[in-house]
């Protein structure tokens, strides 16, 4: 069954460090998404993407966040400078069309850390 | 905004029955979601219930929508020690909009 990949699994990294999540979403599918779940709390959205561009962003999703397809496979989360309160569990998702029955993927998730 | 509430945690025996409730803000949402989390892992949709409807059997999952109170459960029959995760409801069709999540611990 085609799955939603995410690499790292966990990404360590210093205080004003840039660092890039990667995603890789189902083959057919159309719309993209972000989520993260800081511990003990709950998944927030982040930030949609469709047709190479951003369809919605949460108010988390300021502008030291950025996000990227990069070629036909690749789906990228950029945060420029890490903030400590930006280590969390970073979801990426996918989606085939933009109907509610047709439900987001979820990847496995990758935690950051930021020292 | 959205706003989903969900109780925190279920302790349950195997072999009973689990239920795990939810309230919603998003009179719009189309479909109401429930998703699965086990530790270390990542979010899957256990199963959705469109919002004209009053109740979804699917297997030993069983899910009710007052639509009217805005209450969503799932029912869990005969839980078994591998339905221990984490369940988050969740709404709205496009950025779905999670509940903090119910952690149920199944005990011998």
């Known amino acids: 069954e085609p799955e939603v990949t995410q690499t790292p699994s966990h990404q360590v990294t210093q205080m004003g460090q840039e660092v890039i999540l990667r995603c890789v979403p189902i083959?057919?599918?159309?719309?993209f998404y972000w989520y993260r779940q800081i511990l003990g709390q709950k998944v927030e959205f982040l930030v949609s993407?469709?047709?190479?561009?951003?369809?919605?962003k949460s108010e988390i999703f300021d502008d030291q966040f950025s996000v990227e397809r990069p070629d036909g496979s690749n789906f990228t989360l950029k945060i420029r400078s890490t903030k400590l309160e930006d280590s969390a569990m970073y979801f990426c998702?996918?989606?085939?069309?933009?109907?509610?029955?047709?439900?987001?993927?979820f990847g496995p998730g990758t935690r950051l850390t930021v020292l | 905004g959205e706003d989903v509430e969900q109780s925190l945690f279920l302790s349950v025996r195997e072999g009973d029955s689990s239920v795990i409730n939810c309230t919603y803000t998003?009179?719009?949402?189309?479909?109401l979601y429930w998703y699965k989390q086990e530790p270390g892992a990542g979010l899957q949709l256990l199963t959705y219930?469109?919002?004209?409807?009053d109740m979804k059997q699917d297997q030993r999952l069983t899910v009710l929508l007052n639509k009217k109170d805005k209450h969503l459960s799932l029912r869990i029959a005969d839980t078994q020690t591998g339905d221990s995760a984490i369940y988050f409801c969740?709404?709205?069709?496009?950025?779905?909009?999670f509940g903090a999540g119910t952690t149920v611990t199944v005990r011998a």
């Open positions: 998702a996918s989606r085939m069309t933009s109907g509610g029955q047709d439900t987001q993927y």
């Open positions: 083959s057919n599918h159309l719309y």
């Open positions: 993407f469709y047709n190479n561009e951003i369809s919605e």
């Open positions: 998003d009179s719009s949402s189309t479909y």
């Open positions: 219930i469109f919002s004209n409807m």
């Open positions: 969740a709404e709205n069709d496009y950025k779905l909009s």
